[in-house]
């Protein structure tokens, strides 16, 4: 245990990326705060709850004590499928969003709010703000299967985005944006930024949902994850520039292609739902699950061996490479 401990210790070792390092914690999200702490949230396999980690260095949260913050409803709404928590520090306080279904509806999915006003995070109180809030003359946002919202900051603004699914029939799953009036209430109307128009997209389901935003240089690139929770899943890639209207969608460039797929010979199948964060030299970090097997046993969404992953962030002509 300790030759393992040791191991974790710096980012530059090669053996800490792209393997196992927070098993079976799929959906991952690391916030590290102003004061360089560092946080980890994820969806837990029995979608039952939302749990927090913390530790002085990103690699430390694999031996850090997980804390269970917040339990599900025993019916009624946020009573099943709690997915994705997301941790931010918006406005001088704490909050959590992340999506919930119903038991007696289990795909009455929908997107919540927590706050916390406290100091500490683990310790402190969280209060449900309900279901996140749209813009007054929407008619349309977080009323059916939405999910994986994340939240981001540009030019003085912060943005929403997230999953929701469309349609008659089969259903879609397109990503959405929208300002923010407060942490828990929209400005504006949904946007749509993309849908599944690629075969690549389309596996199983046809979906786009877990974006999640890394600046750089001036530019906005906002990863996304399509297909289904197997080995078919895999990310996609938009980019905008920070100074355009970022509620229009001709300002956001979709690649035609996936920037991360399963590999069969790095052993990784099925990355996605990433987040960005940096070490603490400041370099840029994925956080990503994946799976170390092709042969999955039961439903892929039940299944709990999705783990958490670490990668480097290589930057090439000023755009992001992801790779193992």
Request: charged content about 25%.
């Given at each position: 245990m300790d030759k393992e401990k040791e191991l974790r210790k710096g980012m530059s070792e090669a053996s800490l990326y792209n393997k196992p390092w927070i098993m079976q914690r799929a959906d991952p999200y690391v916030y590290r705060h102003t004061d360089g702490t560092y946080y980890f949230t994820a969806s837990v396999p029995a979608y039952d709850g939302i749990v927090l980690r913390r530790a002085d260095t990103l690699a430390g949260l694999a031996e850090a004590e997980e804390k269970e913050v917040w339990h599900k409803h025993e019916s009624g709404i946020m009573s099943c499928h709690i997915w994705a928590p997301e941790l931010h520090y918006l406005d001088g306080a704490w909050y959590i969003y992340y999506a919930g279904g119903d038991k007696d509806d289990i795909w009455a999915i929908r997107p919540y709010v927590l706050e916390c006003r406290d100091e500490d995070p683990m310790t402190?109180?969280?209060?449900?703000?309900?279901?996140m809030r749209r813009a007054a003359e929407d008619e349309f946002s977080f009323e059916a299967f939405s999910l994986d919202a994340t939240v981001f900051e540009n030019r003085g603004e912060h943005y929403y985005v997230w999953?929701?699914?469309?349609?008659?029939g089969k259903q879609i799953s397109n990503l959405y944006i929208g300002k923010m009036e407060s942490p828990y209430q929209l400005k504006t109307v949904q946007v749509l930024l993309t849908?599944?128009?690629?075969?690549?997209?389309?596996?199983?389901?046809?979906?786009?949902?877990?974006?999640?935003?890394i600046k750089k240089d001036g530019k906005?690139?906002?990863?996304?994850?399509?297909s289904e929770t197997g080995v078919a899943y895999c990310m996609g890639m938009?980019?905008?520039?920070?100074?355009?209207?970022?509620?229009?969608?001709?300002?956001?460039?979709?690649?035609?292609?996936?920037?991360?797929?399963?590999?069969?010979?790095?052993?990784i199948y099925g990355p996605g739902h990433n987040c960005f964060t940096v070490d603490e030299e400041g370099n840029d970090i994925m956080v990503y699950?994946?799976?170390?097997?092709?042969?999955?046993?039961?439903?892929?969404?039940?299944?709990?061996?999705?783990?958490?992953?670490?990668?480097?962030?290589e930057w090439k002509d000023g755009r992001p490479v992801f790779g193992f």
């Open positions: 402190g109180t969280w209060t449900e703000k309900g279901k999953a929701e699914k469309v349609g008659v849908t599944p128009d690629y075969d690549w997209e389309r596996v199983g389901f046809w979906v786009n949902e877990g974006p999640a935003v906005i690139f906002m990863t996304y994850s399509a938009l980019s905008a520039d920070e100074d355009s209207d970022l509620l229009d969608p001709l300002s956001w460039h979709k690649e035609r292609y996936p920037v991360l797929c399963s590999d069969e010979s790095a052993g699950h994946a799976r170390t097997e092709t042969e999955i046993v039961g439903d892929p969404l039940y299944n709990p061996n999705r783990h958490a992953m670490l990668m480097k962030v």
